[in-house]
């Protein structure tokens, strides 16, 4: 069987791939990515892939292991030297080429994403506009990774500092932005002059081995780029391998602050470059001055794009004591109006969660907090009418610092309020927590506003904004949200190092 299947609403018995929706698809693979060839894993083994709006299995993906994996690094590596001196300039032109197919098969690429992701379409074209933006980003960075002359403490002398590509760049992926989660840390790598192997998440493989057809079809030379797919069970050996590889020179990882720690250990045997971004607790305070109709319009962008799904997602809803029952009464009024579907259905603006491991634990999440006496002001709830992944979102009130969805990274489409008297206590909730990823709020206090974003204790804050990311800007955290920077100019130096050089008798 090819490994691009043309698809016209054809029958799941006539292909590894269902026809999940009756939606009209032109080209998916059925392949992992190595050397330039579309190939099966060695052992021949496939994983299913499910669409969790309807829980039909979209197709079969190959599952490989770290014999692949290493098959991939190898890959990589044998293209590097070539790849490094490659011209920026040429470099970056066949990432513009990129970009442009990118574009050009735009709504293929949200219909696949959609179908393994569950997102609605609508929020699926907005993630493909704004993963775009990285490739088209880095391929005008390349030709600004400037080195430096140095002024020499002595006569005849002359001191230089060289960035150079790192080498082969291992890039862990997630579920919830399959695409600009690649092209965030592809895009970089490659501007930079590096080669890469990427794994991406086993909940939405196709939408991966999608951008790198596209590579392929752009001209990037065979090696440069590789994707290695794997089932839940190969992920951890497959993600050792890609740390402690010899040939593997820095690793790029965005999940779990629990897996991220353990990635970073396991890179720590071969002194890797690592860049994690890493999971969140974002706080959203509303201040007395806000504008409450935008700080609720901010409050449903960032909390319930991607159903919650995502690691800048608010967390906490911080409230002012003056401002807190108004803010409450419009975020449950605007939350009432949510349709819940498939993601394929044009009118609907909340689909399911990924999976049900993720259900289970907002079903957790939602039942510690009313067992320790909060109360639910809408949702609370499966959706099980519309299908076994589909929650409710839900709007929870009297919190208290010893619940889960307090503490903890909530991940989907919980809201939970708390009610605060002055700024620094607002400032003190916050910031009492291990992570330091996002946060947010909304003030028409311009002294109260450079305060508050000086003293949060995140790498990244909206300001009367619920939704910040952007090529240009450089997104990651501190804390346990992460090390490093992806996206701006800062995004490309994870992948370079500095040469000194001194040239003496001059």
């Excluded at 080429?97 to 929020?123: H, R």
């Excluded at 430096?148 to 790192?166: A, G, H």
């Excluded at 050996?237 to 970073?264: R, W």
């Amino acid at each position: 069987m090819s490994c691009v299947l043309q698809l016209y609403r054809i029958q799941a018995s006539s292909s590894r791939f269902s026809n999940c929706g009756r939606m009209s698809i032109s080209f998916l693979h059925n392949k992992g990515f190595i050397n330039g060839s579309w190939v099966d894993a060695k052992s021949g083994k496939t994983f299913e892939v499910k669409n969790p709006a309807t829980g039909e299995v979209i197709g079969l993906a190959p599952d490989m292991d770290v014999e692949d994996t290493k098959s991939a690094i190898k890959a990589a590596a044998d293209a590097f030297p070539a790849w490094a001196k490659t011209p920026a300039k040429e470099r970056g032109v066949l990432l513009r080429k990129w970009y442009d197919l990118m574009v050009s098969n735009s709504d293929e690429i949200a219909k696949i994403l959609t179908w393994e992701a569950g997102k609605p379409l609508s929020e699926s074209k907005g993630e493909i506009t704004y993963g775009n933006s990285f490739i088209d980003w880095f391929a005008e960075e390349a030709r600004r990774i400037n080195g430096e002359v140095l002024q020499s403490p002595v006569r005849n002398r002359e001191m230089v500092l060289l960035k150079q590509p790192i080498g082969v760049a291992a890039l862990i992926t997630p579920w919830n932005f399959p695409h600009a989660m690649i092209t965030r840390k592809a895009g970089a790598a490659l501007a930079a002059g590096c080669t890469c192997v990427i794994r991406p998440a086993e909940d939405t493989p196709f939408t991966a081995l999608a951008l790198v057809d596209l590579a392929d079809k752009a001209g990037i030379p065979k090696g440069v780029i590789n994707i290695v797919t794997s089932g839940r069970p190969n992920a951890a050996p497959i993600g050792k391998e890609l740390c402690e590889n010899p040939l593997v020179a820095g690793l790029s990882f965005t999940g779990s602050t629990e897996v991220g720690k353990l990635l970073y250990k396991q890179c720590a045997t071969g002194i890797k470059r690592v860049g994690l971004e890493l999971g969140g607790n974002a706080p959203f305070i509303v201040f007395n001055s806000a504008d409450i109709n935008k700080a609720v319009e901010g409050a449903i962008a960032s909390k319930f794009r991607n159903c919650g799904q995502t690691c800048i997602s608010a967390n906490r809803f911080i409230i002012q004591d003056g401002v807190f029952d108004e803010f409450v009464e419009k975020l449950r009024d605007r939350m009432s109006k949510f349709k819940l579907g498939n993601g394929m259905d044009c009118d609907v603006n909340q689909g399911p969660l990924i999976n049900a491991a993720q259900v289970k634990k907002v079903e957790a999440i939602v039942k510690d907090a009313v067992d320790k006496g909060a109360k639910v002001l809408h949702g609370g709830e499966r959706a099980s009418n519309i299908g076994e992944l589909f929650y409710v979102p839900t709007l929870l009130v009297d919190i208290k610092p010893n619940m889960a969805c307090y503490t903890e990274e909530i991940f989907g489409p919980i809201a939970v309020c708390l009610k605060f008297k002055t700024e620094e206590e607002a400032i003190a909730i916050s910031n009492g927590t291990s992570r330091g990823l996002a946060g947010y709020f909304y003030s028409n206090d311009l002294n109260q506003a450079w305060r508050v974003a000086r003293n949060l204790e995140v790498g990244m804050i909206g300001i009367n904004e619920g939704l910040i990311s952007a090529a240009e800007a450089a997104f990651g955290g501190v804390k346990e949200s992460g090390i490093g920077r992806e996206g701006s100019s800062h995004g490309i130096e994870e992948y370079v190092y500095i040469k000194y050089l001194c040239f003496g008798g001059i």
